[in-house]
């Protein structure tokens, strides 16, 4: 049974191997190499990851334009957006819960690779989905 913690636990090892990916890497380097780097270390920590999926938009139950791309998709329930840049803006947050809305995933992680360190900078969002939830 999927659970709050279940989601929880996911997310804290995703957030484990990007402190490891940076640990290694250091800022200053582009999105992708992170991203790369970071799908390998996901895969080695025994997680499924999904890379740059499109995501439809449905507007009034019909699908409309171009679709979006996520970055990340960790065990089906986690949307991971990377980022390398200098400082975090809330476009990027909504733009993670905008992808949270669309695909139906409770918790999404905004990680920005570009700075000291990463866990200060981090953003954990969830949704409603996540709330309906058992904790345990």
Do not use: R, W
């Amino acid at each position: 049974m999927i659970t709050q913690k279940y989601i929880n636990d996911i997310a804290y090892k995703i957030v484990g191997c990007a402190i490891e990916v940076h640990k290694q890497l250091g800022p200053g380097l582009l999105e992708s190499v992170y991203e790369t780097c970071l799908i390998e270390e996901l895969k080695s920590a025994g997680l499924k990851v999904q890379s740059q999926l499109y995501v439809p938009v449905n507007y009034k139950g019909k699908e409309v334009g171009t679709p979006l791309k996520l970055d990340l998709l960790v065990e089906d329930l986690v949307i991971v957006e990377n980022k390398a840049v200098e400082a975090m803006i809330p476009l990027f947050s909504a733009q993670l819960l905008t992808y949270l809305k669309l695909t139906g995933k409770p918790k999404g992680l905004l990680i920005n690779f570009n700075c000291e360190n990463i866990t200060k900078h981090l953003v954990s969002l969830v949704t409603d989905e996540f709330a309906k939830l058992p904790k345990e």
